[in-house]
């Protein structure tokens, strides 16, 4: 059974009708049952309650349960990283494809993220390092992927590569992802990186668009670190952490990308182990009109 007086964070994707339905049925469930229930702030001023930021409800939730889609997810998961509470992401949105269950199994969910009959395992996330000359001037942390590219897209961007002891030479491409394990099925799967396991402590650098035939993904062991040098672009480049808070680079810059300490636990739903996912989210799955008889 589960366990009575938990404090569980809703957060959900605003300016959806649905959201605002499943968080307010959840949130009055959950009450009656002696949980302690706190909305976020941009959430509950949606739905006329109160709320807290976001970092506080991470800081103090046993349980926060995210209603989305994936991005969505990679909010609470950054919120959530080195806090002792755990992420339970549902999906209300498109793809979906990092969150453990679906709306319609939402009571559900909870009930067995609550009663650990679904399991909470750790995911370290990338974290990236700016240095400008002698001086570090920026450091984040990301669960999908760390990104240099040009904002405009349409420039190509140079960099040096230094990796497992060696030199890698001299990178022109449209860019540079460094993806977690589960970063491994969002942007570097579609410019041609290989997919992980979920479990799998690994860090996969893939070129975007590399412009010579012999620049492929390389998969990095969790203790080592992507060194880069931006030798410059005809555009304005940045980094991104999950597709988000662009910060600008500039020629000369040095990083430093890798598998950080901090980790994020995330609830993971039995039934739907990755292979599922992968057939029904992504497609992929072969033809038996194509095989041998």
């Known amino acids: 059974m589960t366990r009575k007086g938990r404090r569980v964070a809703i957060l959900g994707h605003t300016g959806r009708p649905e959201v605002r339905k499943a968080a307010a049925r959840l949130a009055g469930r959950l009450a009656k049952q002696g949980h302690d229930v706190r909305l976020e702030r941009t959430l509950a001023v949606e739905m006329d309650r109160k709320g807290e930021a976001i970092a506080a409800l991470a800081k103090n939730a046993d349980l926060m349960v995210s209603l989305g889609g994936d991005g969505t997810a990679l909010r609470g998961a950054r919120a959530m990283a080195g806090q002792k509470g755990a992420l339970l992401a549902i999906n209300?949105?498109?793809?979906?494809f990092l969150t453990a269950a679906e709306v319609d199994e939402l009571d559900g969910?909870?009930?067995a993220a609550l009663a650990g009959e679904w399991p909470?395992?750790?995911?370290?996330?990338?974290?990236a390092t700016v240095?400008?000359?002698?001086k570090r001037i920026h450091h984040a942390i990301a669960m999908n992927d760390a990104v240099?590219?040009?904002s405009g897209g349409l420039a190509a961007v140079h960099l040096r590569m230094r990796a497992l002891g060696t030199d890698l030479g001299h990178l022109v491409a449209?860019?540079?992802i460094a993806a977690t394990a589960a970063g491994s099925t969002a942007y570097s799967l579609s410019a041609g990186g290989p997919v992980l396991a979920p479990d799998l402590e690994a860090l996969v650098v893939t070129p975007v668009c590399p412009h010579t035939l012999g620049s492929r993904s390389l998969v990095l062991a969790a203790d080592d670190r992507l060194e880069l040098r931006l030798v410059g672009a005809f555009d304005r480049t940045v980094l991104l952490l999950d597709g988000h808070d662009a910060f600008d680079l500039e020629a000369g810059d040095e990083l430093e990308i890798g598998l950080g300490k901090t980790a994020v636990r995330l609830i993971r739903n039995p039934e739907r182990p990755l292979g599922r996912a992968l057939q029904t989210k992504l497609?992929?799955?072969?033809?038996?009109?194509?095989s041998m008889k």
Do not use: H, I, M, Y
């Open 148 to 150: 240099v590219k040009t």
């Open 120 to 127: 909470a395992e750790p995911r370290r996330l990338v974290e």
């Open 92 to 96: 209300l949105g498109g793809l979906g």
């Open 109 to 111: 969910a909870v009930e």
């Open 131 to 134: 240095r400008r000359g002698r």
């Open 174 to 176: 449209d860019g540079l």
């Open 283 to 290: 497609g992929w799955q072969g033809s038996e009109q194509r």
